[in-house]
């Protein structure tokens, strides 16, 4: 059995199939695909979806590795509940990373300094504990969470997207400038430090 052109939706079983003087046998082999990427065309909206970041509360972390396309989308998404609630969320917004939140009544946005190169890859991390956290984008100086806010707790009870969102009227208006999915390939996703 040879495929070529393998991707990700050609993972399975397949059976092979002999037959000889009258006797047929059958061996089932199953196909795993590793090390593709993931591109998202946003032509269909493309998205992935993944349980929600588990026991977030108090302390998060996650790293991403991405090569954008198009300088503004919707990257990582993860809610309380449709349309409210507590929320993170990753955008581009004219090539500029943005990290936006809402912990209880406490919203916030962390920009770096310099807009990223479209088709190169890049990595971000956030990481919060309490009332303290931090974005690395690439080598830039970290960005730091505003001082003195008091601890509130994150509440996620929403799947996590990865790309996009099934729909934008789901999320709300304050979590993205941007309405519309990223586009480009996304090669790592580390959640809580497991990596996805």
């Known amino acids: 059995l040879t495929l070529t052109n393998v991707q990700a939706s050609d993972a399975g079983t397949y059976v092979c199939k002999a ?8 061996i089932p082999t199953t196909l795993v695909v590793t090390g593709a990427i993931p591109f998202f065309p946003q032509s269909p909206n493309s998205y ?5 970041l588990d ?14 396309e198009r300088p503004d989308g919707l990257i990582l998404y993860n809610g309380q509940r449709l349309s409210g609630g507590d929320y993170i969320a990753l955008s581009l ?20 300094e310099k807009a990223l190169s479209l088709g190169e890859w890049h990595t971000i991390r956030v990481n919060r504990v309490r009332t303290n956290g931090w974005m690395i984008v690439d080598d830039q100086d ?3 969470f505003p001082p ?5 707790g994150l509440n996620l009870e929403e799947e996590l997207y990865l790309g996009s969102v099934p ?6 208006s304050a979590a993205s400038e941007v309405r ?17």
């Open 167 to 172: 729909e934008f009227e789901h999320v709300p």
């Open 48 to 52: 992935m979806k993944f349980p929600k």
């Open 148 to 152: 003195n806010q008091k601890f509130q």
């Open 93 to 112: 917004v004219e090539g500029f990373p943005q990290f936006r939140y809402s912990f209880g009544d406490q919203n916030g946005v962390l920009t770096p």
């Open 19 to 26: 037959k000889h003087n009258g006797e047929i046998t059958e």
């Open 180 to 196: 519309k999915g990223f586009v480009g390939c996304i090669s790592r996703l580390v959640l809580q430090e497991r990596d996805i």
């Open 142 to 144: 970290p960005v730091i």
């Open 55 to 68: 026991q977030a509360y108090s302390k998060f972390n996650f790293e991403i590795t991405f090569r954008p």
